[in-house]
Nanobody
């Protein structure tokens, strides 16, 4: 199993980023997937999830209306479009299955700062 996140970076408040996560080693299209974020010294926090067919999408309240999760099962990829970014969105972002796969990728750092 491998999860490879990309797309993070430094962005000003109000800006946008699009994160990607390419998965391999498991039957991606049968799994509900999710994006998590981790603040320094904290546990992973669930940010958004999407079921296997792209339905049943959920977001944590703090990102509703700003973030959009999507997936492409033909590419084994899940995306997180992040808009109207705030300094409090600064964290390392990871993808994983909704129930967890027993491992984490390296994540991608998102820093929102002027």
């Amino acid at each position: 199993v491998q999860l490879v996140e990309s797309g993070g970076g430094l962005v000003q408040p109000g800006g946008s980023l699009r994160l990607s996560c390419v998965a391999s080693g498991f039957t991606f299209h049968t799994y509900a997937m999710a994006w998590y974020r981790q603040y320094p010294g904290k546990e992973h926090e669930l940010v958004a999830s999407i079921y296997s067919r792209g339905d049943n999408i959920n977001y944590v309240d703090s990102v509703k209306g700003r973030f959009i999760i999507s997936r492409d099962n033909t590419k084994n990829t899940v995306y997180l479009e992040m808009n109207s970014l705030k300094p409090e969105d600064t964290a390392r972002y990871y993808c994983n299955s909704l129930g967890g796969l027993g491992l984490w990728g390296q994540g991608t750092q998102v820093t929102v700062s002027s």
